[in-house]
């Protein structure tokens, strides 16, 4: 997987060079795959809304992925960055003006053609603060974000319409990762008479250029999805028809792949059902596996005694045993030593990190002053397996002499107590951890490791602020020249190298996906396992039992 | 009559204003900023201020409240932070499949508990009675999120009989309002029970056995029909116990009444939400229970209203 994507990721940076890149013309597809069928897709929890600005969760992320397009998109069950509804850009040397040229006969649902305006519009609809968009702070460094952000202005004074098939963004610093923004939801095009008609209501009555229409929504029960007819990209989607059935417990929707009433179980396979599947040779042969962009952690409260206190933090990273843990989720995972995934660009394949030394780590807690120990507190959210996991880290912590009191507690309720500096010493982020939104090694730091997050209401919980380490990230992302890709890289995996000695956290492991296929569901393993079409990418699966 | 269904109505909105205020001041004090929530990771501290503002979570909890209230009296719960809908609307669209689901309940709680009520009275003492007797404690106690799933997995998975979850048809109907009926046909078979067993005691049950009445005809004719006022009362009082219920059964089943959108609601804290259902759900027990009250001297003239 990791070599595979190190090469994914320089045949990117490559098309990135040529700063051109034609989708269709390239584009592999399966030769095997047949057009036709529907399928029955089954999630836990309801769909909460479909507006592109606006959903941001597990469920409705690949949906509307496939009911709307953006610029920019990635190679299927890839994070390979290529382009989507642009045809070919074009950044300029100082990385600050991005040039879209947009591709010719696009529809929307209702049959008028995508237009720059569109694009614009859409710019300043997501980043205004009437909508309330989760990712607006996404759009941050276009110019003009901050008069949008602030109430003073309208539109964002940095996007231009060039005319009608061209659209011009300037920035007001050099962002790397502006691409990989374009390619987020968030920035994915609506059509403004159709937003203007439908009010708050547009999540209920999507319309986009996608590869698939909303047919049907019975609010609480079912969502139906249409093949577009008229797609831009001929030949997809192969689906006709995709029902997603909601309120579906996971257990439930196992049990009725078992019995052919579902193709796909959306939340994966249950905990507690995992090692009988594994062990049933039928099953297992449908059981699909993929790397996700996931890091699950321990967080300890640098300004707060005694974890103020480095060699505490990094007494803290030797005690833990991660394989232990790992073997307590049924091998689901990896073992982690650094804060990004092994598949995302600017790991450190050569970092070592903290090995489990249950002695040297009491020694070192000894030199902090802390001999006989310490008590503390640790927080987790109360589902399964998390409980299970706090308990597996306070044994770990007892054995060098720290005492730790786990308090499980509702997920809003950690993250409250995260955002708070008074409030949690220790906190295992598990069923919070951080999954990257885009995959560049930048996704992990701003809002989770870097200053910026270490604020009343934020998401870094261990409040650890490096201000060398935050100036040492701008410039990373100031390098926005393809060429010098892996140079960014590297200058990334430097950055939580230094992170890893400052020891504000315990990387614990990374979470592996799992999940199944009714034995008509074709199409590579990688689609049902997308990195960035998550769960599942719903245009390019096909079923093998049509005529 | 009407000055006591006044009074009930007077006391009724009173009961419901101190709910919603309780439910309001719970969700107000709960550590959880739905604001953080709906602004996402990404978002600026300014970002999320001018969220806060905008839904007006800023203001003092008095302030909030009175705006809470006055649009409630125009019919309005307010939009869900995170599916960003009408509360009411949601609430709408999932209220006739609870609605129906506590139907079937109904009907199988009393269909199995009056019947289980009635054979234990009429063989009190036996093995059959301590069996009955002993199969309602179980039903009682056992915990609905298990009894749900055994349930689905011997008669939808194993045998085939039923669907696995979902909603639609009347098959989908069995096994939930099953599970949810279980519970109450454990209290009305032990309801059912004492009071058959008291009527048994009665002179007119002696009189008519004296009068050689053949034993199903006592049973049926003059028993029964007396026995069961008193427990047939309780079934407003039900609803009460079904609103926890349905939260559980809802969400084993799929299927998808306002149990299952107060579930997802309070793993998302999205507050319009939990208050609407809460008011809803208020509403139910207190008409339930009103409903009851009303009901009760009509079928059984014992009772007097006063």
């Known amino acids: 997987m990791k070599q595979f994507l190190t090469t994914t990721v320089a045949a990117s940076a490559l098309a990135l060079m040529l700063g051109l890149m034609p989708a269709t013309a390239q584009e592999q597809r399966d030769p095997n795959a047949k057009p036709g069928g529907d399928i029955v897709i089954t999630y836990k929890d309801d769909v909460s809304t479909l507006d592109p600005a606006i959903g941001y969760d597990w469920q409705n992320w690949s949906m509307i992925k496939s009911l709307f397009d953006g610029l920019m998109d990635y190679e299927p069950g890839t994070t390979t960055l290529r382009p989507e509804l642009a045809e070919s850009y074009e950044i300029s040397s100082d990385g600050t003006v991005f040039t879209f040229k947009l591709r010719p006969g696009v529809k929307f649902h209702n049959g008028r053609d995508l237009t720059a305006e569109d694009v614009k519009y859409t710019l300043d609809r997501v980043t205004n603060p009437k909508t309330q968009s989760p990712g607006a702070g996404f759009f941050a460094s276009i110019k003009g974000f901050d008069e949008v952000a602030g109430g003073s202005a309208e539109t964002l004074s940095g996007v231009t319409v060039v005319d009608p098939s061209t659209i011009k963004i300037e920035l007001s610093r050099p962002d790397a990762t502006f691409l990989h923004v374009m390619a987020l939801n968030f920035s994915h095009v609506v059509p403004k008479e159709e937003v203007e008609k439908y009010g708050p209501d547009f999540g209920k009555n999507p319309v986009g250029t996608g590869a698939y229409k909303l047919a049907e929504w019975t609010l609480g029960q079912r969502l139906v999805f249409e093949k577009n007819a008229d797609y831009w990209n001929k030949g997809l989607p192969y689906l006709d028809k995709i029902t997603f059935e909601v309120g579906q417990e996971p257990i439930v929707a196992l049990l009725r792949l078992q019995k052919g009433e579902v193709d796909v179980p959306g939340d994966g396979i249950p905990p507690a059902k995992f090692q009988e599947v594994m062990s049933d040779p039928a099953q297992k042969e449908r059981v699909v596996e993929g790397g996700q962009l996931h890091t699950g952690y321990i967080t300890m409260n640098t300004t707060m005694a005694p974890f103020d206190n480095v060699k505490v933090r990094q007494a803290v990273n030797m005690a833990i045993n991660k394989d232990r843990i790992v073997q307590l989720i049924n091998n689901r995972a990896v073992p982690a030593n650094q804060p990004l995934p092994p598949s995302m660009p600017g790991y450190s394949k050569d970092y070592k990190g903290y090995a489990y030394d249950a002695e040297k780590a009491k020694a070192l807690l000894a030199e902090a002053g802390h001999a006989d120990g310490f008590e503390t507190e640790l927080y987790v959210m109360n589902t399964d397996p998390n409980p299970r996991i706090a308990q597996a880290i306070q044994q770990d912590l007892a054995a060098i002499g720290i005492k730790a009191n786990i308090q499980s507690l509702a997920q809003a309720n950690v993250i409250a107590a995260g955002g708070d500096k008074a409030g949690a010493p220790m906190i295992w982020s598990g069923g919070m951890g951080w999954i990257a939104d885009f995959p560049d090694p930048s996704n992990f730091y701003g809002p989770i490791l870097g200053c910026g997050g270490a604020v009343p209401g934020g998401w870094n919980w261990s409040w650890y602020c490096n201000e060398d380490l935050d100036k040492m990230a701008s410039e990373a992302d100031s390098i926005t020249d393809p060429a010098k890709a892996e140079e960014r890289y590297k200058m990334w995996g430097t950055i939580y190298e230094k992170i890893m000695e400052d020891a504000p956290w315990v990387p614990v492991f990374n979470e592996q996906r799992f999940t199944m296929r009714s034995p008509r569901m074709a199409g590579a393993d990688n689609l049902y396992v997308d990195p960035v079409h998550i769960p599942i990418n719903y245009d390019y699966v096909y079923v093998n039992d049509v005529q | ?306």
Request: net charge positive.
């Open chain 2, 1 to 306: 009559m009407i000055a006591y269904i006044g009074r009930r109505l007077i006391q009724s909105a009173l009961i419901l204003l101190g709910v919603s205020i309780i439910t309001f001041a719970l969700l107000y004090l709960l550590p959880a900023d739905p604001v953080r929530q709906i602004a996402g990771r990404s978002a600026t501290p300014q970002t999320v201020e001018n969220i806060r503002q905008q839904l007006g979570l800023d203001q003092p909890f008095f302030v909030q409240y009175w705006r809470y209230l006055t649009n409630l009296l125009t019919g309005d719960l307010g939009r869900s932070y995170i599916q960003r809908s009408e509360v009411s609307e949601l609430i709408v669209s999932r209220l006739p499949a609870s609605l129906l689901l506590m139907l079937g309940a109904i009907f199988c709680e009393l269909a199995i508990g009056l019947t289980m009520g009635l054979v234990a009275a009429t063989k009190r003492g036996s093995a059959t009675d301590q069996t009955l007797m002993l199969t309602s404690f179980v039903g009682v106690s056992a915990p609905q999120f298990v009894v749900g799933l055994l349930l689905l997995y011997v008669f939808a998975v194993r045998l085939g009989w039923f669907p696995i979850g979902g909603y639609g048809t009347w098959k989908h109907l069995v096994l939930p309002s099953l599970t949810l009926g279980v519970l109450g046909a454990g209290w009305y078979a032990r309801m059912m029970r004492s009071s058959m067993i008291d009527v048994l005691r009665q002179d007119y049950i002696r009189t008519a056995r004296a009068k050689g009445l053949r034993r199903g005809t006592i049973l049926v004719r003059h028993a029964l029909p007396n026995a069961i006022l008193p427990v047939v009362a309780m079934i407003g009082i039900d609803i009460g116990i079904f609103m926890g219920g349905i939260v559980v059964v809802e969400s084993v089943f799929g299927w998808p009444g306002i149990g299952q959108l107060a579930w997802q609601a309070i793993q998302r804290v999205d507050i319009p939400i939990i208050m609407g259902v809460t008011l809803v759900s208020a509403c139910a027990i207190v008409l339930g229970n009103l409903l009851a009250d009303i009901v009760a001297p009509f079928i059984d003239p014992r009772i007097k209203l006063r």
